[in-house]
């Protein structure tokens, strides 16, 4: 048999009884676009971090108290770990050849009331004037802290383009009155919109002076962030073995009660996460495709013994056994090769209604997609030459006799 008879062949087959072979072919679409769909979602997610995460810098070196232990997160070390990293400490890390810019910050959560009535509870940071450089954030309205700001405790806000707007709604707030934990600020200026950056972004934050913060707000004298803008990114590592040698002498300690942790380090971390979350969720989708294998050898199964007699026949007339397995074998393999390209189109729209929900910007790689229709091509050949086989091995005489 010729490559066209075997294909005119599988056709008669397979459309003699199309529901059953519709159905077998729903668990190998099934399977092929859940896999599609799965990895681009979580390609998309591990993206869309990547994108939040470097638009607050390249460059950037985070400094927090207490030390960062795998697994354990923040513990406390030296006078606990809320509390060793003080004003003194900015100083010392802009003194550090390769450190472009410093910004201290305080952060804490307050009812925040404005004078339309509207109230919230927010993050409020108190901050100094390098932090828009390092953050990498734009003004949309209004201005930004100045040195006099800074120096002279100033009851100045500026408001995150999320905060402005549950408090203002489309009133423009520049000028305009709000109340922190008892104490009046007017705001000057609010932050361009900057989009998802975790749950305490520039969006959901007020932001006053780090000396407003610290006096007035929450009566302390420490930091709860440095962050440092580094000028070369390939100084990172060398920079921030600097900083950590001169905080610990400067801090008196023999071990560090701080930790420093990159751009990098976060980005790494996360994306494993996504990554393994993403292969995770692939991995059930792939049951399916599992169970989609065994629907076809099943089907197969049934076909080979529904045309046993068939079978007889053409062996009586002179069909070898390589004819019969390559007849059985082809049937299971277009099986699968069609259902998995309906599966990698049905993947590929899934993908693409996510997008235009707005939760995450998928991304169909082609890898995925090689991935899906080669697992498609391996069970076809695999779940289907079993069946081939035992077809091929029917004994004519016998074949013909069955009832």
């Not at 009586?316 to 069609?338: C, H, M, N, P």
Request: aromatic share 6%; proline share 2%; charged share 15%.
């Amino acid at each position: 048999m010729n490559l066209i008879d075997i294909l005119e062949e599988t056709y008669s087959a397979l459309s003699a009884n199309k529901v059953r072979t519709g159905l077998t072919m729903l668990g190998i679409v099934i399977g092929i676009s859940s896999v599609i769909a799965m990895i681009s979602i979580g390609q998309g997610a591990k993206m869309s971090i990547q994108s939040s995460i470097e638009s607050l810098g390249s460059n950037l070196l985070t400094i927090m108290p207490g030390i960062v232990q795998p697994g354990r997160g923040i513990v406390s070390a030296g006078r606990g770990s809320a509390q060793t990293l003080k004003n003194e400490d900015v100083s010392i890390v802009k003194n550090i050849d390769g450190v472009a810019a410093v910004s201290a910050e305080l952060s804490r959560r307050f009812q925040v009331t404005a004078s339309t009535g509207n109230n919230t509870n927010t993050t409020v940071n108190g901050v100094t004037p390098d932090f828009i450089t390092v953050r990498n954030i734009s003004m949309s309205n209004g201005s930004f802290f100045s040195d006099v700001d800074n120096r002279g405790y100033s009851r100045h806000a500026i408001l995150g383009a999320t905060v402005a707007t549950d408090l203002f709604g489309e009133e423009d707030p520049i000028g305009k009155n709000i109340r922190i934990g008892g104490a009046n600020f007017m705001v000057t200026g609010v932050f361009l919109k900057k989009g998802g950056m975790g749950f305490s972004g520039p969006d959901d934050m007020v932001t006053v002076t780090l000396p407003t913060m610290q006096k007035i707000l929450t009566s302390s004298d420490y930091v709860s962030t440095i962050l440092v803008s580094v000028a070369d990114k390939n100084q990172m590592s060398d920079i921030k073995n600097l900083i950590t040698d001169e905080l610990t002498v400067s801090h008196r300690v023999s071990e560090p009660d701080f930790s420093i942790i990159s751009q990098e380090d976060i980005l790494g971390t996360l994306s494993t996460v996504v990554n393994t979350f993403t292969m995770f969720l692939a991995s059930i989708a792939g049951i399916s495709l599992l169970v989609g294998g065994i629907g076809i050898m099943n089907m197969m199964l049934t076909t080979v013994t529904e045309r046993t007699r068939e079978i007889g026949l053409r062996k009586a007339i002179g069909a070898k056994r390589r004819d019969i397995s390559l007849q059985f074998l082809a049937e299971a393999v277009v099986i699968t090769f069609v259902g998995g390209a309906i599966g990698i189109a049905l993947g590929w729209l899934i993908a693409y209604l996510v997008t235009l929900t707005g939760l995450v910007q998928t991304s169909v790689t082609l890898w995925s997609v090689l991935l899906a229709f080669g697992v498609a091509a391996f069970i076809g050949i695999v779940f289907g030459y079993y069946p081939a086989k035992s077809a091929a091995a029917l004994n004519p005489i016998e074949a013909l006799r069955y009832e």
